[in-house]
């Protein structure tokens, strides 16, 4: 019995010495596995932290340009109001007439489901109702224009917009429901609003004359233009606006405060889902080289 008693123990030994590898998964079920991975990422990062936007107009020219895209900050206006000076996407309201004509839609469920892909990869169009414009003022302010020099003033103050591409002309009689003219009489912005006006104020219509918008109709603030390629930059706040906000402070931009960074940090999170997948892949790969060359020396 002595010699079956020792073969079982080396048996048993070979055994618990016996490294178990796990199997690898074949790379055509692993790239689908990580797609799914990455695109249920975007889908949560789109819906709760930054989402693209087209630009349909050219009411934000030359600052954007029609076809750019944007990606809009949806959090940042959780901690805080926004800034004079800011780009921000928001929802108008019934006096909001659209900037893009509206297209019959025979499913629905499809629309919605294309568009939603579509905002994923920034080629979606935007709601007949969202908007791109920049804060011009905030509650309590008095916007008017125009001084001698032709420019818009904000509590009396006149702001010298260099970012404006093509302006209104001065000699046009105001019109309550155009914004044909550059002359509108002073408005005080209500509690929970703010006044909004683009960048190209011969073609924008704006709060001059659609009024002012309530400020929980804002989607998120654009921070930067990632398409095309050629006009990727930042979408900081005018130095004029920041210059004016030192001197002016509200209550959500204690004086003193510094200014944001260019790039929001919410940006890094757009690149999550193809920085997980391709390092995945490329984890998974060289592993895979490693075992391999173990086991060739």
Not at 7 to 25: A, L
Not at 227 to 241: A, E, I, K, N
Request: hydrophobic share 40%.
């Amino acid at each position: 019995m002595e010699p079956m008693q020792g073969y079982r123990g080396s048996s048993s030994g070979r055994r618990r010495g016996r490294v178990i590898r796990r199997k690898e998964m074949p790379l055509w079920q692993e790239l689908p596995l990580l797609l799914v991975v990455a695109f249920c990422l975007a889908v949560l990062i789109r819906t709760f932290l930054v989402q693209a936007f087209f630009i349909p107009s050219g009411s934000m020219e030359n600052t954007l340009l029609i076809n750019d895209r944007v990606l809009v900050n949806k959090v940042v206006y959780d901690m805080r109001d926004p800034l004079r000076g800011e780009i921000v996407v928001f929802r108008g309201t019934d006096n909001w007439a659209p900037e893009q004509p509206s297209t019959p839609v025979s499913n629905a469920f499809g629309a919605k489901l294309g568009r939603t892909i579509g905002d994923l990869v920034g080629v979606s169009r935007p709601g007949e109702r969202d908007f791109i414009k920049r804060v011009i003022g905030l509650p309590g302010d008095k916007v008017a224009c125009c001084d001698e020099k032709g420019r818009i003033t904000v509590n009396g103050e006149p702001i010298d917009e260099a970012y404006i591409d093509e302006n209104s002309p001065l000699d046009q009689p105001p019109n309550p429901r155009q914004c044909s003219s550059r002359r509108f009489t002073e408005v005080t912005v209500p509690a929970g609003e703010m006044f909004v006006m683009g960048d190209h104020r011969l073609v924008s219509q704006d709060a001059r004359c659609q009024g002012p918008v309530p400020i929980d109709n804002v989607i998120g603030r654009a921070f930067v233009v990632v398409w095309p390629t050629s006009r990727f930059t930042s979408l900081p706040v005018p130095d004029v606006w920041q210059e004016y906000a030192t001197a002016h402070p509200v209550g959500s931009a204690p004086l003193g405060a510094k200014p944001e960074p260019e790039l929001d940090p919410a940006s890094t999170a757009v690149m999550l889902p193809f920085l997980l997948s391709v390092g995945v892949s490329a984890r998974s790969g060289l592993c895979s080289r490693l075992r391999r060359r173990r086991l060739r020396s």
